[in-house]
């Protein structure tokens, strides 16, 4: 059978086997990705052919070739599970969008509770651990009313404007995120573990890049702030020091054409300091109500403000407005019901993939479909 008629399972096991490899990095993972059809190829390929990827040497194409620790593998998902947690990858097709498109996205991420809230409209919450009242107090205004507005709260889980935060969330009705800087069967800070339990009964989500039992370590948490502002439209700055967690997020926004919002301090007040920094350097937008942040992300997201009980029209599919030939209406007809893999959508209709790759093509340049990992299509 050609492996690419195969109907492949989800490629968990591969992805962990890939991350227990020692010569084998988030770059390198990604070049051994870009190469075959699906995850699972990687294992079947010869040692000539991984070392005829650009920047796998015979090392690296040795370590893949002689793996041998699937009992590992087995082991790390079956706690995973016992955990109460799974394991989202890259590949998968529900992987939060926008954190795919940034520079460094994570390739495994382990998640407790409900992996479907990484799909909604975001914003980040951040702000020092030493938080005043007047900051928690913005914390929990800021946060409600952006609740009100459907947008998922994302924060870090620590001391501080982010517990404020996710507990704003929860009293308003709303769902959260909380990104670790330890193994998702650590919470830390361990005081936060009721908070923890509660964001995932409320229909939120715990999440961590770091493999299970990973201790909170200081260097954790500037990598999980990369993930925090990048799952999310933009990164509201409550309360911060010149230097610390919140700055780095704000940076990380910036850095991934992200918005960054920040709540302005009493001159004097030492979490002033980098708030007021932020926005004299131009590297955040001084906001005194949601509606200032609504105005800069209202093009990227659909806020639903209509009564619950009116009925909602459904939506127009994109190529329905346009003039397109017969091939390419039959192609979106074909997609209609559920996206498909390019050899099933080659095979519902008849033809070759060499005909029908410049068909995908030019309806995704007109906006009508677009491809999803694994070249995967659906219709927009």
């Given at each position: ?275 007021n920094s932020l926005i004299k350097r131009g590297m955040g937008k001084l906001v005194q109500n949601v509606e200032d942040i609504l105005t800069e992300i209202k093009v990227h997201i659909t806020i639903d403000t209509r009564p619950d009980d009116q009925e909602q029209p459904e939506p127009e599919m994109k190529w329905t407005s346009q003039e397109l030939d017969e091939f390419s209406i039959e192609i979106c007809k074909t997609l209609e019901e559920d996206s498909l893999h390019i050899d099933k959508l080659a095979e519902q209709l008849g033809k070759p993939t060499h005909q029908l790759m410049p068909k995908l093509l030019e309806l995704e340049m007109l906006g ?13």
């Amino acid at each position: 059978m050609n492996p690419r008629e195969k109907t492949y399972e989800p490629p968990v096991r591969e992805f962990v086997a890939l991350h227990l490899m020692d010569n084998l990095g988030a770059q390198r993972i990604r070049l051994l990705l870009q190469s075959v059809e699906h995850p699972q190829l990687i294992f079947r390929l010869e040692r000539h052919e991984l070392e005829s990827i650009r920047g796998i040497g015979p090392v690296t194409a040795d370590e893949v070739v002689t793996f041998n620790r699937w009992d590992e593998v087995d082991d790390i998902l079956q706690k995973t599970e016992n955990t109460g947690a799974e394991i989202m990858t890259y590949w998968d097709d529900d992987y939060p969008p926008l954190l795919r498109e940034i520079y460094d996205p994570p390739l495994l991420l382990w998640i407790k509770g409900d992996r479907k809230v990484l799909q909604t409209d975001s914003l980040a919450v951040v702000g020092t651990r030493k938080a005043g009242e007047y900051a928690v107090n913005m914390a929990e205004k800021f946060t409600k009313k952006l609740v009100e507005h459907n947008l998922t709260i994302v924060s870090g889980l620590a001391y501080g404007i982010d517990g404020a935060a996710h507990r704003a969330t929860i009293s308003a009705g709303g769902k959260t995120i909380a990104v670790l800087g330890s193994g998702i069967d650590w919470i830390y800070p361990s005081d936060h573990k009721g908070l923890a339990s509660e964001i995932v009964k409320t229909g939120g989500a715990i999440i961590s890049e770091f493999p299970l039992g990973t201790a909170p370590e200081m260097g954790n948490f500037p990598v999980r702030n990369r993930i925090v502002s990048g799952m999310t439209h933009g990164t509201l700055v409550v309360a911060s020091g010149i230097e610390g967690g919140s700055m780095i997020t704000a940076k990380s926004a910036i850095d991934q054409n992200r918005e960054v919002f920040v709540i302005p301090h009493p001159v004097g007040h030492p979490n002033a300091i980098g708030c007021n920094s932020l926005i004299k350097r131009g590297m955040g937008k001084l906001v005194q109500n949601v509606e200032d942040i609504l105005t800069e992300i209202k093009v990227h997201i659909t806020i639903d403000t209509r009564p619950d009980d009116q009925e909602q029209p459904e939506p127009e599919m994109k190529w329905t407005s346009q003039e397109l030939d017969e091939f390419s209406i039959e192609i979106c007809k074909t997609l209609e019901e559920d996206s498909l893999h390019i050899d099933k959508l080659a095979e519902q209709l008849g033809k070759p993939t060499h005909q029908l790759m410049p068909k995908l093509l030019e309806l995704e340049m007109l906006g009508c479909i677009r491809q999803t990992a694994g070249k995967n299509f659906e219709l927009l």
